[in-house]
């Protein structure tokens, strides 16, 4: 067997002696507070059956690009019912969320461009900003004088602005201030990207997400939606303009160069917007985020969300590592979130909520945390 590099053997033995090395688990607790599985879609069957329903062709897989073989009727319906349901003139499917945001920041932003970033968004984003030439300023989290200051300084100064956020931030499951966000663009004109990755099936009318319940989609210049979250299936679209749909063809790496999606893909993504649109999952999942905050609202340890997101703080890896096996020593699937993945000091427990949890199964695992 080939030698392998000192220099990162180094860093394999340096994560282990701070408690931060990752390992790949195949077995679980069964009462699941970590998946993003919100609705039940995947656990419960529901999607199966219905993507069963579904007469295949005789492809097991999608042959070729989408620009080359890989493109048919299926896609191109199912996009253009995307776009419906988001309210937006296109979609463009992408294998996941990582390719769809990595494909956009690293095409669209141009050299004598800008981009303004939240701190905390996804590292998708961060290595799509990473492969393009504008310009790159971070504001600190949710700090919209700070993203003011930013404009005021320099929106005289680039070509275009890009604003990127997240709807609900996957490590702390609170909200972008999106309403402030779009009420600069009266004073300095930017282009709003917003990633709903968290916000799908849990806000706006009928799951469509935060911006659809804050009435902003004609606001944002992209939102990138995945489905491998509260949909319950694989993939990822970006939803905007025509011309940016065209662009992305002609110009997104992530969505030129990859053999696209699979026809049971594509079946499964149209199939979880129809269960979506019937779905009573969200009512129950909006019950159980409310009693879950009713119930933590004087433990300021948790991190504020009307999202199905909750993080608890505990700093160091070591203690939120302990907590995380105590809980799963009791059948509790809750998982820790060590730093570097967020800050030092900050480490947390990430509890997801879902359709499917209880009352009786929030109230024992609060009762875990505290003891």
């Given at each position: 067997?080939?030698?392998?590099?000192?220099?990162?053997?180094?860093?394999?033995?340096?994560?282990?002696?701070?408690?931060?090395?990752?390992?790949?688990?195949?077995?679980?607790?069964?009462?699941?507070?970590?998946?993003?599985?919100?609705?039940?879609?995947?656990?419960?069957?529901?999607?199966?059956?219905?993507?069963?329903?579904?007469?295949?062709?005789?492809?097991?897989?999608?042959?070729?690009?989408?620009?080359?073989?890989?493109?048919?009727?299926?896609?191109?319906?199912?996009?253009?019912?995307?776009?419906?349901?988001?309210?937006?003139?296109?979609?463009?499917?992408?294998?996941?969320?990582?390719?769809?945001?990595?494909?956009?920041?690293?095409?669209?932003?141009?050299?004598?461009?800008?981009?303004?970033?939240?701190?905390?968004?996804?590292?998708?984003?961060?290595?799509?900003?990473?492969?393009?030439?504008?310009?790159?300023?971070?504001?600190?989290?949710?700090?919209?004088?700070?993203?003011?200051?930013?404009?005021?300084?320099?929106?005289?100064?680039?070509?275009?602005?890009?604003?990127?956020?997240?709807?609900?931030?996957?490590?702390?499951?609170?909200?972008?201030?999106?309403?402030?966000?779009?009420?600069?663009?009266?004073?300095?004109?930017?282009?709003?990207?917003?990633?709903?990755?968290?916000?799908?099936?849990?806000?706006?009318?009928?799951?469509?997400?935060?911006?659809?319940?804050?009435?902003?989609?004609?606001?944002?210049?992209?939102?990138?939606?995945?489905?491998?979250?509260?949909?319950?299936?694989?993939?990822?679209?970006?939803?905007?303009?025509?011309?940016?749909?065209?662009?992305?063809?002609?110009?997104?790496?992530?969505?030129?160069?990859?053999?696209?999606?699979?026809?049971?893909?594509?079946?499964?993504?149209?199939?979880?917007?129809?269960?979506?649109?019937n779905s009573k999952e969200i009512s129950r999942l909006k019950e159980l985020i409310s009693y879950f905050n009713s119930q933590t609202q004087a433990d300021n340890?948790?991190?504020?969300?009307?999202?199905?997101?909750?993080?608890?703080?505990?700093?160091?890896?070591?203690?939120?590592?302990?907590?995380?096996?105590?809980?799963?020593?009791?059948?509790?699937?809750?998982?820790?979130?060590?730093?570097?993945?967020?800050?030092?000091?900050?480490?947390?427990?990430?509890?997801?909520?879902?359709?499917?949890?209880?009352?009786?199964?929030?109230?024992?695992?609060?009762?875990?945390?505290?003891?």
């Open positions: 067997m080939a030698s392998f590099p000192e220099k990162l053997l180094n860093k394999l033995h340096e994560v282990k002696s701070q408690n931060k090395f990752r390992t790949l688990k195949t077995v679980y607790p069964t009462i699941d507070f970590s998946s993003n599985d919100y609705l039940g879609f995947s656990s419960s069957g529901v999607l199966q059956q219905h993507v069963a329903s579904f007469t295949p062709s005789v492809n097991s897989g999608s042959t070729g690009s989408r620009l080359i073989s890989g493109n048919s009727v299926l896609f191109n319906d199912t996009e253009h019912d995307i776009a419906q349901f988001h309210h937006a003139e296109s979609a463009l499917i992408f294998n996941s969320g990582f390719d769809a945001n990595l494909g956009l920041l690293s095409s669209v932003p141009q050299k004598g461009d800008l981009i303004l970033s939240d701190e905390l968004i996804h590292a998708s984003l961060i290595d799509g900003i990473r492969l393009s030439y504008a310009t790159h300023y971070k504001f600190s989290h949710n700090n919209i004088s700070q993203l003011k200051d930013l404009l005021e300084r320099h929106h005289s100064s680039f070509n275009e602005i890009y604003i990127v956020v997240e709807s609900v931030y996957s490590m702390d499951g609170d909200s972008a201030p999106l309403r402030e966000i779009i009420a600069l663009s009266n004073h300095y004109h930017f282009h709003l990207i917003v990633d709903e990755a968290h916000a799908i099936g849990i806000f706006g009318e009928q799951g469509r997400g935060l911006c659809n319940e804050l009435n902003i989609e004609d606001k944002c210049f992209a939102r990138i939606y995945t489905y491998g979250k509260a949909m319950g299936c694989h993939g990822a679209a970006i939803v905007g303009s025509k011309q940016l749909k065209d662009y992305l063809i002609n110009f997104s790496r992530s969505f030129i160069y990859t053999t696209a999606l699979p026809e049971h893909s594509v079946v499964s993504i149209k199939k979880a917007y129809e269960l979506l649109i340890s948790f991190i504020k969300s009307n999202s199905a997101i909750h993080c608890k703080v505990v700093p160091g890896n070591t203690q939120v590592s302990e907590l995380e096996q105590k809980l799963s020593a009791s059948n509790f699937f809750v998982k820790s979130i060590k730093s570097p993945t967020v800050k030092e000091n900050q480490e947390r427990l990430r509890i997801c909520l879902h359709s499917f949890n209880t009352f009786e199964e929030i109230n024992q695992l609060l009762q875990l945390i505290a003891s």
